[in-house]
């Protein structure tokens, strides 16, 4: 076994005494730890930094991020939410396959444990670690940025009893924005993707507000900040503008009034 604390005080230099690919392979299997010492601390930040470096080929990319989309199905809470960490990391290196796609958007949806943070497993984050991925794909030519903000709103109105908290709400919001600065994106979808929105704030119950209404308007106050105000995309576009941005800054106005006229 290899003294992952050494390789990460060592400044991530890979250890030349085995082959990567039993190197990495020792780090996926980390990934699903309940530890958040040896999941976070070791295994993640390891096989980020690697990847970003370019320790790892093309092929070893793919073969990972096979491994991490199939991981999105895991039992264990903090498996699925470390996966899409990993992908957006290779996706971010330039290496994206169509068919991660689909199981990504099934996972996002459908995760029901939305902790941010717990007390024994650490950091689980999935709203946050999927926005992350969300907005990486957002940027990949082949997926249609509609598809990501349709999915970011999906996930936003999945009925849930948790309030989003720790940042997630921005980061989904940030995620968001990256979608809606495709120059490829209509007018028409740059707004209709929050109708499902506006609907649901329509009909709020009288007994009480939601709490993924909640999440959702405080996340599209966030979109709509960055719309006003454009946003550090990467260092190359550090004040990126979204193209449609009157528009949809008009479409949230409305969904706001709907929630609270008598701010207006």
Same mark, same amino acid.
């Given at each position: 076994?290899?003294?992952w604390?050494r390789?990460?005080?060592?400044?991530?230099?890979?250890?030349?005494?085995?082959?990567?690919?039993d190197?990495?392979?020792? $780090?996926?299997a980390?990934l699903?730890?309940p530890?958040?010492?040896?999941?976070?601390?070791?295994?993640?930040?390891t096989?980020?930094?690697?990847?970003?470096?370019?320790?790892?080929?093309?092929d070893?990319?793919?073969?990972l991020?096979?491994?991490?989309v199939?991981?999105?199905?895991?039992?264990? @809470?903090?498996?699925r939410?470390? &996966?899409?960490? @990993?992908?957006d990391s290779?996706?971010?290196?330039?290496?994206?396959?169509?068919s991660?796609?689909?199981?990504?958007?099934r996972?996002?949806?459908?995760e029901?444990? $939305?902790?941010?943070f717990?007390?024994?497993?650490?950091?689980?984050?999935?709203?946050?670690?999927?926005?992350?991925?969300l907005g990486a794909l957002?940027?990949v030519?082949?997926?249609?940025?509609v598809?990501?903000?349709?999915?970011?709103?999906?996930r936003?109105l999945?009925?849930?009893?948790?309030?989003?908290?720790?940042?997630?709400?921005?980061?989904?919001?940030?995620?968001?924005a990256?979608?809606? @600065?495709?120059?490829? $994106?209509?007018?028409?979808?740059a707004?209709?993707? $929050?109708?499902?929105?506006?609907? &649901?704030?329509?009909?709020?119950?009288? &007994?009480?507000i939601?709490p993924? @209404?909640?999440?959702?308007?405080?996340?599209?106050?966030?979109?709509?900040?960055?719309?006003?105000?454009?946003? !550090?995309?990467?260092?190359a !576009?550090?004040?990126?503008q979204?193209? !449609?941005?009157?528009?949809?800054?008009?479409?949230?106005?409305?969904?706001?009034?709907? &929630?609270?006229?008598?701010?207006?």
């Amino acid at each position: 076994m290899t003294d992952w604390a050494r390789v990460r005080a060592d400044g991530f230099a890979v250890p030349g005494d085995r082959p990567l690919d039993d190197l990495v392979a020792e $780090l996926s299997a980390m990934l699903r730890s309940p530890d958040p010492q040896v999941r976070d601390t070791q295994a993640y930040s390891t096989l980020a930094t690697w990847i970003g470096d370019g320790q790892l080929g093309r092929d070893e990319l793919r073969a990972l991020g096979d491994e991490m989309v199939d991981r999105l199905a895991d039992p264990e @809470i903090q498996a699925r939410t470390f &996966a899409p960490l @990993i992908l957006d990391s290779i996706i971010s290196q330039g290496v994206f396959e169509p068919s991660w796609v689909p199981p990504f958007e099934r996972w996002y949806v459908a995760e029901e444990d $939305l902790r941010g943070f717990d007390a024994k497993l650490g950091w689980l984050h999935a709203v946050a670690h999927g926005s992350d991925l969300l907005g990486a794909l957002a940027r990949v030519q082949a997926v249609e940025p509609v598809q990501m903000l349709r999915l970011g709103i999906g996930r936003l109105l999945t009925p849930t009893e948790y309030v989003l908290r720790d940042f997630e709400d921005d980061r989904l919001g940030f995620a968001l924005a990256i979608a809606l @600065i495709r120059q490829d $994106l209509s007018e028409e979808d740059a707004t209709s993707w $929050l109708d499902p929105a506006v609907r &649901a704030v329509a009909t709020v119950p009288t &007994a009480g507000i939601r709490p993924e @209404i909640s999440n959702t308007l405080r996340t599209m106050r966030v979109v709509y900040l960055l719309a006003d105000h454009g946003l !550090h995309l990467d260092d190359a !576009h550090p004040n990126a503008q979204i193209p !449609h941005r009157d528009q949809i800054k008009t479409k949230l106005l409305e969904l706001f009034r709907i &929630a609270t006229p008598y701010y207006f």
